[in-house]
């Protein structure tokens, strides 16, 4: 390393200063026991790490920080863990997702604020994969992302049981009586027996999978289980690789490219992944400047099967998908068909077609062929248009029921999840198979955070008949853990006056999912007598986080990010105060 790189390096604003302002810096560091060598120069790595207690699928980050760091000292840097907020989607209310542009911006400051050369992302559920690539984007350091890996596999009864999947079902089974209080109490420790994230192909599966398929995490480490002692293993070639890329100056500018995007829409689209990864993907590319639309993703992905066999919509879980060959050997078969691009660099600093070389799977049953898919092509998620959602909705096929796909009912209509779950045991509810059920009010303002409450359970009298599935239609959304016929992010939403706040109890609903549409067949001059009558709802709130993001938070269909955090603001060195 030359003087003039070490002069260059952003830390030295801070570590190599003159005078009072460097002694500061310097003295106040060394009460932690770092020697003043560390301050001559190499490249200063912060480990920003969502773990918490209170987030249980990140609680385990600690110990992959401490394989971070032995990373980054191998290879001649000074990691520096320094902690975020945690968006667990399990214990926060109202939920995660109203939090996740709050994490965005504190994991920006953060970066920015600090004399840091690179960083290294500790993420684990749901939201906390988006909101540290959004943040990091926005500074555009150095940055390679370390998910916490999923679950072991979950064992009830001498069968796998999926976390998130299996709780839909095993409440299904309990409303109906085929289990009991009992078993079911004993079911639900069955099926998170590890640290980890959910182990089914979930929004958290999905978002670490997308995160190696942008390029921003070591190829094949999206899927190694966290109790693996290979967790830490490339979490500590993950500090290593950071050292590196900020010797090369490999930014997320750089990895983030349209490219890039089309890759990962694709690979959600061959991994049966989650309908949350079209809210997270537009709001990441917003941060880097990329133009990503709601249409990319039915476009995108009409020519591309789903190649894994997971649940929700599979067998497997994510152990099995690792051990049969993880990503790579996903993004092998597909750039073999000529569905990927193989040019865009990762932070490997070798492009995706290099990474995936010599991936190969090993087990045919949960990570199939082109030429034999588990689901053929066109069976992903599918973006509607029409006079219910002008700006769009999308539904998950391959978690879909194939006769309600083209579908025709009356709407049953509520206000809120909460006024359905009130009614949903009501024997003398009026719905039938037949019935729409239609949830509103819950989109990015109107609930606030568009919680996961589309696929909201059957009413419990069609239950007992042995109805498996009907249409629901929501402005919020679906946990990736989730399954059935459910349209979702239908945008505008009706907090903000779109259609699904005119819609009345009985109005015929047509779905038609082939044709992409999705309509209330009620005449217009109808529709604008409606409009005229209806009042928007009184806001909830006038003061402090929830009043700033009912203010300013944007539509589904442009990833629910902040108008005001869109782009990137770099990393430029704040002014010194000493």
Request: net charge negative; glycine share 10%.
């Amino acid at each position: 390393m030359t003087d003039g790189q070490k002069r260059s390096r952003r830390s030295q604003a801070w570590f190599g200063a003159q005078g009072r302002s460097g002694m500061v810096y310097r003295s106040w560091m060394r009460s932690q026991g770092f020697g003043h060598e560390v301050f001559d120069g190499r490249p200063v790595i912060g480990i920003a790490t969502s773990a918490s207690e209170l987030a249980p699928c990140n609680a385990h980050l600690t110990r992959v920080a401490e394989a971070v760091k032995r990373g980054v000292w191998q290879a001649g840097g000074l990691p520096l863990q320094f902690p975020t907020m945690a968006t667990g989607e399990t214990l926060m209310r109202p939920t995660a997702m109203l939090y996740r542009n709050l994490m965005a911006m504190e994991v920006e400051e953060l970066i920015r604020a600090n004399p840091l050369d690179g960083v290294v992302l500790l993420s684990g559920c749901d939201k906390t994969t988006p909101a540290m690539l959004m943040g990091a984007a926005s500074v555009d350091l150095p940055a390679v992302m370390v998910t916490g890996g999923p679950m072991l596999n979950g064992k009830y009864r001498g069968r796998d049981v999926g976390s998130g999947t299996q709780v839909w079902k095993f409440e299904e089974d309990l409303k109906t009586g085929r289990m009991t209080e009992e078993e079911c109490f004993f079911a639900e420790g069955c099926m998170a027996r590890s640290n980890g994230h959910c182990m089914t192909m979930g929004t958290a599966s999905t978002m670490a999978c997308l995160a190696e398929a942008l390029g921003m995490q070591l190829p094949g480490s999206a899927a190694w289980p966290a109790v693996d002692s290979r967790r830490m293993e490339v979490a500590q070639a993950a500090g290593q690789r950071i050292v590196r890329m900020v010797e090369e100056e490999l930014r997320p500018s750089q990895i983030l490219t349209r490219d890039a995007f089309e890759n990962a829409v694709r690979v959600n689209a061959a991994i049966g992944g989650s309908t949350n990864a079209v809210i997270h993907l537009i709001a990441i590319a917003g941060r880097v400047g990329v133009e990503l639309n709601l249409r990319d993703f039915d476009e995108l992905v009409r020519t591309v099967p789903t190649l894994v066999n997971l649940m929700p919509s599979g067998t497997y879980l994510m152990e099995d998908f690792c051990y049969a060959g993880g990503l790579p050997a996903v993004m092998a078969e597909l750039l073999g068909g000529g569905l990927l691009h193989g040019g865009p660099v990762t932070v490997t600093g070798r492009t995706v077609a290099e990474n995936t070389e010599n991936a190969e799977c090993v087990d045919s049953d949960v990570i199939t062929r082109l030429d034999a898919p588990f689901q053929p092509a066109g069976t992903g998620i599918a973006v509607l248009h029409g006079n219910l959602c002008p700006d769009g909705a999308v539904i998950k096929q391959s978690a879909a029921s194939p006769h309600l796909l083209t579908h025709r009912g009356p709407a049953r209509v509520f206000d809120s999840p909460e006024a359905y779950h009130e009614v949903a045991d009501d024997p003398e509810l009026d719905v039938d198979e037949n019935t729409v059920i239609v949830i509103r009010n819950a989109g990015p303002k109107g609930y606030p955070g568009m919680p996961e409450v589309a696929n909201v359970p059957l009413p419990g009298k069609l239950l007992k008949a042995g109805v498996k599935d009907m249409v629901r239609v929501c402005d919020g959304r679906m946990s990736g853990t989730g399954y059935g016929t459910v349209v979702l992010h239908v945008a505008p939403e009706a907090a903000v006056g779109g259609p699904l706040a005119l819609v009345r109890d009985g109005d015929p609903v047509v779905l038609d999912v082939p044709n992409r549409t999705l309509r209330l067949d009620v005449d217009d001059a109808e529709l604008t007598r409606r409009r005229h009558e209806w009042k928007a709802p009184a806001e909830m709130h006038t003061s402090g986080y929830s009043w700033l993001y009912t203010q300013n938070v944007e539509q589904a269909d442009q990833g629910a990010d902040f108008g005001f955090l869109r782009g990137s603001r770099g990393h430029e060195v704040p002014r010194d105060s000493h």
